[in-house]
């Protein structure tokens, strides 16, 4: 397990390294706006198993990704309906992820058998950076066991996992708070499937501004 220093001077190259890291199968932590995540590229399958090993995750919860532009929505969604274009002009990028229809070609690992995908472009951080950076999916499950507190800083991390993962870029201590708020757009019915940083009073509010529903 390598550790890498995240600093205003050398960011580029760190990217460019989390990248390539990422194209070659490595497992990678790094900060997110709140917590530590840990990513894969979202093509890689046998990288995608060995995460929920490491994660002790079961296996029928869905693995969250990480994009940098509204254009990759196409390689993992069938569509996005007309009420998700309004969240993500709304509340993207920032701390919401959205359910939609997945492409069937994406990794059971991703979806856990349930044809949707969890899918978000993350606020001002490292993880948004890296992901406008790769250009490719990147997931985002947080960097803990299965059922304990996500990591905020790279010692949890080692804590946690050791050199069960490839490399780790630390940025000092991340901000906490709460995770992103889950919000399912298929079919009719809005579903807040898990309230977080943007609060189900607010999404109310944006729904009542919508003239379509």
Known sequence: MLL??????????VLRHAVDALKNGSIIAYP????????TKFDMEDSLKRLYDI???????PMPLIIGN????????VNVNQIALSF??????GPLTLILPAKKNLSEYITAGTGKVAVRIPGESFALS???TADFPISATSANLSG????QDTEAVIRYFGDKIDLIFDSGSSTGGLPSTIVDVIGDEINILREGAIS???IKIFLNTLDFL
Request: hydrophobic content about 35%.
């Open 55 to 61: 994660k002790q995750r079961p296996k029928e919860k």
């Open 130 to 132: 890296l992901a406008k």
């Open 32 to 39: 997110t706006e709140t917590f530590y995540g840990l990513g």
């Open 200 to 202: 189900r009073e607010s």
């Open 4 to 13: 890498k220093k995240i600093s205003e001077t050398n960011m580029e190259q």
């Open 70 to 77: 509204n254009k990759l929505l196409s390689v993992v969604a």
């Open 88 to 93: 993500i002009e709304k509340f993207w990028p």
């Open 148 to 151: 304990m507190p996500p990591a």
